[in-house]
Each structure stands twice: as structure tokens, then as C-alpha cells.
């Protein structure tokens, strides 16, 4: 444990501690620390609230480096007017880095910058906001800082006000993101758009009321309806104690808890620290890990672990199970297969229902395809308002009867124009694009086909020629103009279970999932397949009975892109040319290869549901135990 005489609490370990006691210590632990998992999302948040805080005449911008940024902050709070980007407020214990703090006389006000839509354009909080879990968390935030200013400088009163963005704004002009995000000169009338886009929202008095009484839906027990200072205090008095002394008891939050679980190095998580499961033996299988929704449970511990939970009645064994009317695996099946795995009872390997065969009835060419999107507040281009979505890459491999497998993809390179009619142009060249079956892991991509000829039709973006051959893709050859589309997710989720499907029935679970049964089953699994410009052994990923997650293997160094949202905000920072130069000859290389490897596993589950009905089954279900039932 550090110090508390030569330790500062941040906003982040303020906010941490006052949800959880716990978490401070964690916080603190060197071992625990980690980089992180997108390092893209600060630039772009940072960016939002440099091009925002422009509007003001006399703004100064901090140094990245605290210290260095809290002795600027002290010697610009001595002018009568100014504006601080980044400002670094202390004192002997409590540090807090505020977004925007303008001085105007004796006045200061906190400024912060949030996503959240502000649906009617108000000036003011209302009695509704206050019940709004976003705004009351915005509003924590400014009680903080503001009782951290008050600490620092008790003769100055003090505002708070917040920036969100107008769902009513439309863009008048073009490339608004391109033009004053991440610039350091922005355009007048960008300026202006961004002030139009961003209205400040008074939160002066909603501030004070959550510093007088912390909300209990916010904080824990603990803390919940005593005052920031209050809180400050017992927080500085857990510093100086064993974390043992301040064990709270398992709560809601938990569920949400990166430090619930154990991590690398095998470090201990919490639970497995302070509420250890005895005699169980998958203590580290909570309830919170049960598929699909977890329901409002009893607050007794032991309903905390999957083991002493009770089945349902009706799904008590696996005959039972398997037994009830239906056509689909429901959720609820699924819950109760997990519950049998770790009560030690008989398990299936793998369990398929008959509706796994639509497989078979695709029309080729099959073009596995994965869009995918960015949502920014600052739109794009010219009409366009907050959180419209931009679509900035795709990747699709196309399978024809013969075996043959080509692929497409196309990314948007250009730091400054809008990227849709580059975009439809692309999709226009996947080799025999109007014929055949377009197979997809959601409804997403469908819709997006029909929202992009929406806007082709009523803008012109594209030539008469590119948008013939756009609409032919959505209708098509197949039954005579039919829906040419396949959501094979809807399989994974009706139709298909095996035994390592715990979690999640996501894309990249589910290709781990499946990697995993084709190794105990002996499956063929697809191997030495270049993903862009890398060379990818799924085989060799899933041997030695040990499953390596494929999109960790997508990195170069430190840069890791495996999911939607760290790829989305990579994107924004290299179209904001917030990264270095190295970065941005980087980035490009690992959106293609990610996005490369979601729609290769497309073709990955739908061979592996054809090659089930190939190798175990010519009509029914597949119901495939193993020597070992439970593990």
C-alpha cells in the first residue's frame, strides 16, 4: 500500500473507491495495472473537448504531463479572465484534472464535454435528467472537481457546466470531424457549428445537491447519502488501513467489476480474495457469467455461485432438457446446461438442431461479409447531425461452388472526404457481388445495404451506373428478387450449442467456441489463410488442447485492435490525424486484418455446421456426448 502522505486520490480513484471500497486497493496494486485496452478513445475524447473549448477567446492549453499542467493552471488562475483546457487543480491529497475551467472574476466554472444527446436542446437540468443513470454519473464527475476547487481556492464561487450534443443539429457545412476535430486552428464558421452542436447545459445546482447527498443508485453503501467530503474523508482513512478491514460484502457492482475476476500472472480477483467459494469446485463460475440476461437475485452469497444454484424445475437433467417442445435451443436451455456442467452432471458436446441445415440450401456464391461503422457527435458531412453512422470498412470472402474462395475489402484511407460513395463503389467490385447469398453475423449489415441505397437515391453521390449495380446487389437473381440475405447468427443462437459456449454467443465467441469443439472432435479446421497481409494457422492456434484467441494474434507491438469499439475510435483518431507516424502507416494494417478475420469466421461456422451434417448426421439432431461429460 503507497503512502497516503505522498499520494494524490484522482478523479479516477475517487470515483473508483466511492462505487467500491475494494477498489482503491486494487487500483493501487502495481500488479493490477495495466495498459489500456484502447488507448484510441482518450485521443478522441481529448480532441472533442480542445476543438469545443475553441469557441473561447482566451483559452490556454495544459501540458500532457500533471504536474508540469498544475503549475500553468496556478499561474493563469491569476489573471481576471481566462480559459484552461486540461487544467490540474491539488491539494495536500486530492488532484483533479478538469476538461475546461474558465475563470471570470471571482467565478469559476467546471466544464465538461459528453456524449450523451441532449434530445430537446436544454439549458438547464431538469427533475427527469436527475433520474437519467448517465447524467447523474456526469454529474459526480463535476461534484469532485468542484469540491476539490473548493478546497483549493474557498473564496471563489463556483459553476458547472455541461456539453452535450443537440439531436436536433444538422451540419451546414461539409467535413465538419475533418475540419475541427484534432485541429489546432479551426475555421470560424466550424467554430460556430461546434457552439450549435454543443450548447451548454447549466448544472450548477444539480451539482450541489449530489455534493450535499451522493445518489445511493451511484455509490456504494458505504458512501451513499453523505457528501463528496464525507466520502474524501473515509477514503483517506481506508488508505491508511488493510484492505481486510474494509471488506464490503458482494454488491451489485460486482457484475460490472474488472477486479471480480482473476487476471494474468495469476493474480487473485476479489472474490476469489475476500469471498472464496469453499468446497465448491467452480467457485469461479458466478452467476454473472450465466448466458443470456442475468435476473434480479437473492442477496444470500451462496445464490452468487453457479454451483449452488438450483435448476429450474423441468430442466433437472439433461434428458429434460433436451426433451422440452420446440424447434430452437432456448436460453433458458442454455442457462441449465451450464448449471449441469458445473454441478458435475452429463453435458452433450455438441447439440444441433435440424434448422442448422438451411446451410445447405444457400445459393452461391456465398459472400461472407462484415461491415463496419463509426458513430462521432461531430458529423461528417454537410446535412448530417450527431451519431450518424459512418461506414469506414468492410471485408468480405466469397465462396463459390467450386471451393474457390476470393476476397474483398476496402478501408477509408482519406483523412478528409466522406467515405460512402467510396464505400458503395468497393461493395460494387466483390467479384460476382449480384448473384448468390450475402451471409452476415447480425441484422446490421442488410439494413445497411438498404440505408445506403436510401441515400444514393436521394443524394448524388454516385453515377446512374454505380447505382444500378448497387440495387441490383439487394435484389439480386435469387427467387426471382427475394431477400438475398442470411444471418447465420440466428442459427448460433436456435440451433447450435457445445459444451464451451459459457459466456457469450458473439461472433468472436463463437469462433473460439468452435475452434475449441473441433479440436476435441477432430474436425477439420481451415488453416495457413492470409488475413490481409498475415498469415493466420487457425490449426496451429488451437493445438496442444490449448485455444489462443486468433484476434490477439492480429497485433503488432503494443496495438491491439479485437473489437468493434477499438476499432471504431482507431479509425476516428487516424481520420483526426491524432496519432504519430508510425501509428497511422500501422493502423490501416491492423483494421484490414481484423476486419479480414470477422468475416473469414463467417465462413468458419457455416463450414463447420455443413461438415456436422457431412460427418454425424443425415437428418434430426446431432446430440454428441464425449468420454469426458463435465469439465
Not at 487543480?89 to 456524449?115: A, S, W
Not at 472537481?145 to 471563489?156: D, E, F, G, I, K
Not at 429434460?320 to 449441469?340: C, F, M, T, V
Request: charged share 25%.
Amino acid at each position: 500500500m503507497k503512502n497516503s502522505s505522498h499520494f494524490f486520490i484522482t478523479d479516477h480513484l475517487f470515483h473508483q473507491t466511492i462505487s467500491c471500497p475494494l477498489k482503491l486497493h486494487f487500483n493501487l496494486d502495481e500488479d493490477t495495472t495495466s495498459k489500456r485496452r484502447d488507448p484510441f478513445r482518450q485521443l478522441n475524447k481529448l480532441a472533442l473537448r480542445d476543438a469545443i473549448a475553441q469557441r473561447f477567446s482566451d483559452l490556454k492549453q495544459t501540458d500532457d504531463r500533471v504536474e508540469k499542467a498544475a503549475e500553468q493552471t496556478q499561474k493563469w488562475l491569476e489573471l481576471k479572465n481566462v480559459t484552461i483546457c486540461g487544467a490540474v487543480i491539488k491539494t495536500d491529497q486530492f488532484l483533479t484534472r478538469i476538461p475546461i475551467l474558465r475563470k471570470q472574476g471571482d467565478e469559476l466554472t467546471v466544464m465538461q464535454v459528453h456524449g450523451k444527446l441532449n434530445k430537446h436542446g436544454a439549458r438547464v437540468f431538469s427533475n427527469s435528467d436527475h433520474r437519467s443513470h448517465s447524467i447523474t454519473r456526469y454529474l459526480l464527475k463535476a461534484a469532485y472537481r468542484c469540491y476539490v476547487l473548493q478546497s483549493a481556492m474557498p473564496n471563489l464561487s463556483f459553476r458547472a457546466e455541461f456539453f452535450m450534443p443537440n439531436a436536433q443539429f444538422k451540419s451546414e457545412v461539409d467535413d465538419l470531424f475533418q475540419q475541427a476535430v484534432g485541429r489546432e486552428s479551426i475555421p470560424d464558421l466550424c467554430i460556430q457549428q461546434l457552439a450549435e452542436l454543443f450548447p451548454g447545459v447549466d448544472g450548477t445546482e444539480s451539482v450541489y445537491g449530489v455534493m450535499n447527498n451522493l445518489p445511493p443508485s451511484h455509490v456504494h453503501r458505504k458512501f451513499s447519502n453523505g457528501t463528496v467530503g464525507d466520502a474524501s474523508s473515509l477514503l483517506l482513512k481506508q488508505l491508511d488501513t488493510s484492505r481486510e478491514e474494509w471488506v464490503p460484502g458482494i454488491h451489485d457492482g460486482c457484475k460490472y467489476c474488472q477486479f471480480r475476476m482473476g487476471g494474468d500472472q495469476n493474480r487473485k480477483g476479489c472474490w476469489e480474495k475476500f469471498y472464496p467459494a469453499d468446497n465448491l469446485k467452480h467457485g469461479d463460475n458466478h452467476t454473472y457469467e450465466l448466458i443470456g440476461h442475468t435476473p434480479d437475485i437473492s442477496r444470500p452469497t451462496e445464490n452468487y455461485f453457479q454451483e449452488n444454484i438450483e435448476l429450474p424445475a423441468g430442466l433437472e437433467s439433461l434428458e429434460k432438457i433436451k426433451s422440452l417442445p420446440g424447434n430452437i435451443i432456448s436460453i433458458q436451455q442454455r442457462r441449465a446446461l451450464q448449471l449441469l456442467k458445473v454441478k458435475g452432471h452429463k453435458t452433450p458436446l455438441l447439440w444441433g438442431k435440424p434448422l442448422l441445415k438451411k446451410v445447405q440450401n444457400l445459393k452461391y456464391p456465398l459472400h461472407f461479409i462484415d461491415f463496419e461503422a463509426a458513430t462521432t457527435p461531430v458529423p461528417m458531412a454537410k446535412g448530417r447531425g450527431a451519431y450518424d453512422p459512418i461506414l469506414f470498412q468492410f471485408s468480405c470472402h466469397t465462396l463459390f461452388k467450386n471451393g474457390k474462395i476470393t476476397h474483398t475489402e476496402w478501408l477509408d484511407e482519406d483523412d478528409s472526404s466522406y467515405p460512402h460513395a467510396s464505400f458503395i463503389e468497393a461493395i460494387c467490385s466483390i467479384p460476382k457481388s449480384e448473384k448468390g447469398t450475402f451471409v452476415q453475423f447480425s441484422p446490421f449489415e442488410r439494413q445497411t445495404f438498404y440505408r445506403l441505397l436510401r441515400e444514393i437515391e436521394a443524394h448524388d453521390v454516385t453515377t446512374d451506373q454505380t447505382r444500378k449495380k448497387f440495387r441490383s446487389l439487394i435484389t439480386g437473381d435469387l427467387n426471382g428478387g427475394s431477400n438475398r440475405f442470411f444471418d447465420i447468427s440466428k442459427l448460433v443462437r436456435d440451433g447450435y450449442y457445445n459444451r464451451f459456449m459459457d459466456r457469450g454467443l458473439t461472433l468472436k465467441e463463437s469462433l473460439v467456441n468452435i475452434l475449441k469443439v473441433s479440436k476435441r472432435l477432430g474436425l477439420d479446421v481451415p488453416s495457413s489463410v492470409k488475413l490481409h497481409d498475415k498469415e493466420f494457422d487457425l490449426s496451429r492456434l488451437s493445438g496442444n488442447g490449448i485455444i489462443v484467441n486468433p484476434y490477439k494474434e492480429l497485433s503488432d507491438g503494443d496495438v491491439n485492435i479485437g473489437d468493434g469499439a477499438v476499432a471504431m475510435n482507431a479509425y476516428l483518431s487516424y481520420k483526426s490525424d491524432l496519432i504519430s507516424e508510425e501509428d497511422r502507416k500501422l493502423i490501416p494494417v491492423l483494421l484490414k486484418r481484423y476486419c479480414a478475420l470477422d468475416s473469414y469466421s463467417l465462413y468458419i461456422i457455416f463450414s463447420h455446421f455443413l461438415e456436422l451434417f457431412r460427418e454425424f448426421t443425415e437428418s434430426g439432431e446431432i446430440l454428441l456426448m464425449n468420454e469426458i461429460d463435465s469439465e
